[in-house]
Structure formats: C-alpha cells, structure tokens
C-alpha cells in the first residue's frame, strides 16, 4: 500500500537553530514530491516539487532534498515566521492523485 | 490576481441540513480538487473533476456531492448523509491533469472550516 510519513509530529527550536524535516514514503513509480506550508486556519501553500533521487531545490531558508526513500526539508537558521505545520505529499505511478502525510509541526521560538 | 477563492470562511450546519461550500478559481486551472482536513491526519480526497461536466470519488466520498458546470467553478455539498462533518475543507486546483508531474501541483484555496450546531 502506498504510504507517506512525516516526522516527527511537532519539532520545537529556538531561532537559529538549524534542523531538518522528514517525509519517508513507500509508493511504486514516484512522479513527484511535494512540499506545502500551512498556516493556521489557512489553505497550504505550494513550495516545491522534487521529481527524482538527487535533487535538491532551495527557497531563502528551507532546502528540501530527495532519496529514493525519503526527503528531507532543511531550515537553516530559522526564524519565528517560519513556524507554520509543513505536509508532504507524493504523486506515484498512474494515478494522478496525491498520498499525504499528516504533517510536522514547527514552532520557532525567538 | 490569480488565485482561488472559497466561501464562506466558517459554515454551521443543523441536524438534517444540505450545506454547499462554494470554490471559485481564475487560473484557468483544468482540474479542481476538494479535501477534508481533520486535526492529525493528512488530506483526504473527497471528489475531483479533470474537465467540465465530468468528476470522480474520491477516498471519503459518501455524504458529499459535486458539480462542475462550469471550468471556473466546483462546489460541494455536504448533505445530511454525512454524520460527521465537522472538519476543515481545503479546495485545490492543479494546471493540467496527468500531464507530467510538473503540470499538477496542486495550489489550495483559504479554506472552509464546517462546524456543526
């Protein structure tokens, strides 16, 4: 059965310090990777996509990087404003749909 | 300014009742989506729709109804077959479906949060 999971569930960190975000999936013929940010009481908003083992992509703080088995959302030096929960979902095979995971919850406390 | 609006922001519904949350999008996006998010557990797909006058079940669909009469427009109708539909309601839409993984990220609307008297 295709699977996503994050991890963990809630990570808390002073700001500045640097830690990375896990999404591990088991799914036949990945497509695509997809990483969102969701804000409180709001809809998520799209990050980036990963589309094959090696590829990194970087937006001012968060770098998300791809295995063949997980991927992994790097903050580094992290402020307050990046506190937010980050979803991972992934797009495998024929089927067009996404499989998420049910989150990370990062608070960044100043 | 492109982008994809849902209405009304917080929804009551009594026992009983037919509510419809409303999804608009102006990105001249093929196909829309709608989710249902409850606290702890990923997005779960309730129906989905590539193209105008045509949509599919998703994973959680009994309870629920769509329509797509027009390519701008998806609305949902929570219908009183749903026992339990206090939960946030995220519509998506994607450029293009099933042409390539680049063309169908999904881009998420502000939300509908259900609640029920």
């Known amino acids: 059965e295709d699977q996503v999971t994050q991890s963990p569930e809630a990570l808390r960190l002073q700001e500045g310090e640097s830690s990375s975000l896990n999404c591990s999936y088991t799914?036949?013929?990945?497509?695509?990777l997809f990483w969102y940010r969701q804000d409180p009481g709001k809809g998520p908003e799209f990050l980036f996509t990963?589309?094959?083992?090696?590829e990194e992509k970087e937006k001012e703080r968060l770098k998300a990087t791809l295995t063949k088995k997980e991927s992994f959302l790097h903050i580094t030096a992290p402020k307050p404003e990046d506190s937010a929960t980050y979803l991972c979902a992934v797009q495998a095979g024929s089927n067009y749909q996404l499989i998420w995971g049910a989150g990370t919850k990062l608070i960044i406390k100043p | 300014d492109g982008g994809i609006t849902q209405s009304p922001k917080y929804l009551f519904r009594k026992e009983g009742q037919n509510v419809t949350l409303s999804c608009e999008q102006n990105l001249n996006h093929d196909a829309m989506y709608w989710y249902r998010q409850d606290p702890g557990q990923g997005l779960r797909l309730i129906y989905y729709?590539?193209?105008?006058?045509?949509?599919q079940k998703g994973d959680i669909a009994e309870g629920y109804s769509v329509s797509r009469e027009k390519k701008e427009s998806f609305p949902l109708t929570v219908t009183s077959a749903q026992k339990n539909p206090t939960a946030f309601y995220l519509c998506a839409s994607s450029p293009r479906p099933r042409g390539g993984a680049s063309k169908e990220t999904q881009y998420f609307g502000p939300g509908t949060r259900l609640l029920v008297l």
């Open positions: 729709s590539q193209i105008v006058n045509d949509f």
């Open positions: 799914v036949s013929g990945l497509r695509g």
């Open positions: 990963l589309y094959s083992a090696g």
